[in-house]
């Protein structure tokens, strides 16, 4: 070792292995894994095509409802689709994302509004946004 090198050891993240519940490991077995679905590893996605649309559609591009009608409209009519887009609809696409497993994960909500809500309801002048109350989920 170098001269002038020196270690310093953290009480707890030591780099053991451990699991779900953070109790060390034995040595001698290897980590537990989540049980592979049955299907391929795009499921509930027919293929890693529809994953990637879904993906961009919703993530990257947060594609409005009736533009993702549009758009699969347009994709019925490539010869490679056969008149069968990847998804029917809109509704077709959030369903498929509100099918992805999340294992025991629970849906939480909240809801927020802007401070003087209840004094801005009858105020014609105020913000639109002032007088609306959201619903976060996560």
């Not at 592979?36 to 499921?43: M, Q």
């Not at 490539?78 to 887009?85: A, K, L, N, V």
């Not at 994302?97 to 025991?104: A, C, F, P, V």
């Not at 801005?120 to 609306?132: E, F, I, S, T, Y």
Request: hydrophobic share 30%; glycine share 4%.
């Amino acid at each position: 070792m170098p001269q002038g090198t020196y270690f310093t050891y953290h009480p707890v993240l030591d780099g053991t292995l451990c699991d779900a519940e953070g109790f060390d490991s034995p040595l001698d077995q290897p980590p537990n894994h989540l049980p592979h679905p049955e299907h391929d590893t795009w499921h509930p996605f027919p293929s890693h095509g529809h994953f990637e649309l879904t993906n961009f559609i919703f993530h990257h591009n947060q594609m409005p409802a009736k533009q993702i009608d549009d758009l699969m409209q347009v994709l019925a009519y490539f010869d490679e689709t056969h008149g069968h887009p990847p998804f029917n609809s809109d509704t077709h696409l959030y369903d498929s994302i509100n099918s992805i497993s999340l294992h025991d994960v629970q849906w939480q909500s909240l809801s927020l509004q802007h401070p003087d809500f209840k004094i801005l309801q009858n105020d014609p002048d105020a913000a639109p946004w002032k007088r609306v109350e959201y619903d976060i989920w996560y």
